[in-house]
């Protein structure tokens, strides 16, 4: 049973506009989300991070929202250009238990 | 540093064969994890050391699977026999401590296992 998912398998931006990736969760418990970035032929690289005490973080570009009642996690990308395009998982931890689950990933394009 | 080394870049083998696949952390990390990634399931935690521990193998999906940490520096992931659905890119990735907020996991390149 996964514990995080991202049911967009797929997303399709045109540059300059914002990009939205969504995940949803189903463990209350979860204390800590982060956002990984994977391009082809790479392992993923970390991107951004909150922490469940939060529920917004920013870093240049990039927005990470918690909505904790809606069990909602969302990546914000603005403005979006070509060199995002990439597959985007979301994780989350559960740290007094040491488990990690991630989610199974949206592939962006973003077009010129 | 140059990050976490895993090898080889590409395996292609077939039924029934054994695989080994390796990997060198980033040096002073002490939490060492194995996943896979498949169309189908995204990119799944197969396992995790500490210390070089086994801390938490349940998603090692069954018992062809073992995975070896011998020292800070190696740890291998085996399949025995491996079987067409094993097929999927692996990847170790290494962490000072990724229970603390402050730090995060460090991927390796990925295996890509083709079993035939």
Not at chain 1, 49 to 67: A, P
Not at chain 1, 76 to 103: E, M, R, T, W
Not at chain 2, 100 to 105: F, L, P, R
């Amino acid at each position: 049973d996964q514990q995080v998912k991202q049911n967009s398998p797929s997303l399709s931006v045109q540059e300059g506009r914002i990009s939205i990736l969504n995940c949803d969760y189903t463990n209350s418990m979860f204390d800590y989300f982060l956002w990984y970035k994977k391009y082809p032929a790479e392992g993923p690289t970390f991107l951004i991070s909150i922490s469940s005490i939060k529920d917004k973080n920013e870093d240049g570009r990039f927005t990470v929202f918690l909505n904790k009642s809606a069990k909602h996690l969302s990546l914000h990308i603005v403005p979006s250009q070509p060199g995002d395009s990439a597959v985007y998982f979301c994780a989350a931890s559960l740290h007094n238990f040491n488990k990690f689950y991630f989610g199974s990933g949206t592939k962006l394009n973003v077009k010129p | 540093d140059a990050g976490v080394i895993q090898s080889p870049r590409h395996e292609v083998t077939e039924m029934g064969q054994e695989v080994t696949l390796r990997c060198k952390p980033i040096s002073g990390h002490d939490y060492l994890f194995w996943y896979r990634q498949t169309m189908m399931r995204g990119l799944e935690l197969l396992i995790y050391f500490n210390n070089n521990v086994p801390i938490d193998d349940s998603g090692m999906p069954e018992d062809r699977f073992s995975a070896k940490m011998p020292n800070a520096s190696f740890s291998t992931l085996k399949i025995q026999p491996s079987e067409p659905r094993d097929s999927a890119v692996y990847f170790c990735a290494s962490s000072v401590n990724p229970f603390n907020s402050m730090d995060t996991q460090y991927f390796g390149p990925g295996t890509r296992l083709t079993v035939l």
